[in-house]
């Protein structure tokens, strides 16, 4: 709703294609999915139910910064390059920024997508293997 909204108050009307707007779904269904699948593979060991909310904040500020969102990629240092090539959180906003602001085709979001879902899949065995109770 709100990126519907969004677009119409923008007055971006290129994301109403239908291909562009399922691609934006899925694209959305992904992220969800990825950000859950690492969220669930990290707190799969802890007793203290305070420490998955500190853990995600810290979390979402230390791979928020560097995705991309804020500033350029290119302009960070080497290392923290490095960092943004294992971060979601870039894929997600490279993703989103060219399917809503540049008016890419799928193609274009298709490497972001395989990402995503690599990285989803990755993170849900962890979740699986982590989460394994006896009783």
Do not use: E
């Not at 230390?62 to 350029?72: D, K, M, Q």
């Amino acid at each position: 709703m709100v990126t519907i909204l969004g677009a119409l108050v923008a007055g971006v009307y290129d994301i109403f294609q239908p291909l562009r707007f399922l691609t934006l779904i899925v694209l959305v269904v992904f992220v969800s999915f990825a950000f859950m699948a690492m969220m669930s593979c990290l707190v799969a060991r802890m007793n203290n139910p305070m420490l998955p909310r500190a853990l995600f904040g810290v979390l979402n500020t230390l791979l928020y910064f560097p995705s991309g969102a804020i500033y350029p990629v290119q302009s960070l240092p080497t290392w923290l390059r490095w960092v943004t090539v294992v971060d979601p959180f870039t894929y997600a906003v490279h993703g989103l920024r060219v399917l809503l602001l540049k008016g890419a085709t799928i193609r274009v979001v298709l490497p972001d997508v395989l990402f995503l879902a690599l990285f989803a899949g990755a993170m849900f065995a962890g979740s699986v293997k982590l989460f394994r109770r006896t009783l």
